[in-house]
């Protein structure tokens, strides 16, 4: 039977792109704390879908493509190259612990970065309606089947089995209609969602330049991981933590589940983990609460900006506290999502919220700032669930006061703990199922300024894997400068069980 889904791909080439002017100047560089935190973490990773090119002499190619991400990766020099486990030295610095990741880099045997080129026969509009059609006639599209899957080769990413996987992989992708996708993929300790969006930005910017002939503008991203180490409390090379910092970093709202801990589910131990190293206080993974076999769906709910205006005054209604459109939008959709789950009375409720550390720095970092400098908040729901729910304007502000405790000093005592943990890879401050909703916002990250040249970008997908409680924030496409970022409405994909996500889209109130 023949698949509606499938694309039917012919993969034309596959090679490996390095940097126009090659180096040869050994660097090896240790990753920063966090980065390491991040390291099993799922890709990070994106497709951005572009309709057919207004003059066909614009249309993409992939020789422009790998040219201009030639020049691009002139700057970005750390990805071409390999990572790898340090030997873990017993008393040495903090990037010689073990479970540490090092890139090398401007060697011979850089990997490069792996680009695919790709035809289909199908047409984008089969899997990705126009903008016009989600704002007024599929506000709950069903994007479950939007077959992004195949616009990522199988390649495995780095800090896996194979040792020479690369750290990044694009796929280029040209549909019948003369549309195309681009799809970049990223291991996650050297990018988040920031980071992979400011390359894309900076990749299209050099193409466009291309296009029209003008100069090669200059770029300038940030790779100085141990930067974001320096902000660390005390010393984080000593033999031993400061007991005060890691008392006040533990006493901050976030869990603290164990990948090692034997539990229902198999353990992922590294064979090589010593077992007289004393880990330190965790919990084992709730994996009772996630049915990882249930099926889940998916939808990209689009909320207008008169939608989430209106939102927003039912919650400052109730609410004196300062809060945002931002916070509102959040609390709501969790919210929501918590009554379609039908909980039980008295369950604890919790969104975990992924959050940056670029400007809670002191100094800031800028955006240009490459890694992955992410952790989650575990924000509690301000009341055991009951079947009165919270008022919005409380689930709100409880979310705005969470996120505030983690300020400057804060993020120094979360370096200093975390600089100290064996194998920091094996804490997971989040969780899924039916009392987590993991949280990821993309709002500001700029995913909808690339532009390569000479197409109007459709839609940006934020590749996720479909897990129950899943969820994603982002500006809906449309033009650039906004007075407000929820000017032109907002994408909140979800990911539900399936019997969870029926009751969702029937709920009176989810529109507000």
């Not at 409720?349 to 800028?366: E, H, S």
């Amino acid at each position: 039977m023949f698949d509606t889904n499938s694309l039917l791909l012919e993969v034309s080439s596959t090679v490996n792109i390095f940097p126009e002017s090659r180096l040869e100047q050994p660097t090896s560089v240790p990753l920063s704390i966090i980065d390491n935190t991040v390291a099993d973490f799922a890709r990070c990773a994106a497709v951005w879908y572009f309709d057919p090119p207004s003059n066909p002499e614009h249309a993409l190619s992939a020789s422009h493509l790998q040219a201009s991400l030639s020049k691009t990766l002139n700057s970005y020099r750390p990805w071409c190259g390999r990572l790898s486990y340090t030997t873990p030295t017993p008393s040495g610095k903090h990037t010689e612990r073990y479970q540490r990741i090092w890139v090398t880099y401007n060697t011979t045997t850089d990997i490069g970065i792996q680009f695919v080129t790709a035809t289909t026969h199908r047409q984008l509009l089969d899997f990705i309606p126009r903008a016009s059609q989600r704002i007024f006639t599929m506000k709950a599209w069903d994007a479950l089947d939007i077959p992004s899957k195949q616009l990522f080769p199988e390649t495995q990413l780095a800090i896996s089995e194979d040792k020479d996987a690369p750290n990044v992989i694009i796929q280029f992708t040209t549909f019948a209609c003369g549309s195309t996708a681009i799809a970049i993929e990223i291991t996650h300790c050297l990018s988040d969602a920031v980071c992979l969006a400011q390359f894309a930005k900076y990749w299209s910017l050099i193409s466009r330049s291309m296009f029209e002939g003008s100069p090669i503008p200059t770029i300038s991203p940030i790779f100085d991981p141990q930067l974001l180490d320096s902000f660390a409390a005390g010393d984080i090379d000593n033999s031993i933590p400061d007991p005060d910092i890691q008392n006040r970093a533990r006493a901050l709202p976030q869990h603290r589940y164990d990948w090692y801990k034997q539990t229902s589910m198999p353990t992922d131990v590294p064979a090589d983990l010593d077992p007289t190293w004393e880990l330190s206080p965790s919990d084992p993974i709730p994996w009772e609460q996630w049915d990882t076999q249930a099926p889940c769906s998916q939808r990209v709910l689009h909320f207008s900006a008169a939608e989430i205006q209106h939102i927003y005054e039912l919650a400052t209604k109730d609410s004196k506290a300062k809060i945002s459109k931002h916070d509102v939008l959040l609390a709501h959709v969790w919210t929501r999502i918590n009554v379609a789950r039908q909980l039980p009375e008295g369950t604890k409720a919790y969104l975990d919220m992924t959050f940056g550390l670029r400007a809670r720095a002191n100094p800031p970092l800028p955006d240009t700032f490459l890694g992955s400098p992410i952790t989650h908040a575990a924000i509690l729901l301000p009341s055991k669930f009951s079947s009165e729910t919270p008022l919005l304007g409380q689930v709100a502000t409880t979310i705005r006061e969470t996120l505030a405790k983690f300020g400057t000093q804060e993020i120094a005592d979360l370096l200093h703990d975390n600089a100290f943990e064996v194998a920091p890879q094996r804490l997971w401050r989040a969780c899924l199922g039916r009392e987590h909703v993991l949280l990821t916002t993309w709002v500001h990250s700029g995913v909808h300024d690339v532009d390569f040249g000479g197409a109007e970008l459709r839609y940006v997908e934020a590749a996720m894997p479909a897990c129950d409680g899943l969820v994603v924030v982002m500006e809906a496409p449309g033009k650039r400068e906004r007075k407000h970022w929820s000017e032109g409405g907002v994408d909140v994909t979800v990911f539900l069980e399936s019997g969870a996500m029926e009751r969702l889209l029937v709920d009176g109130k989810l529109w507000g």
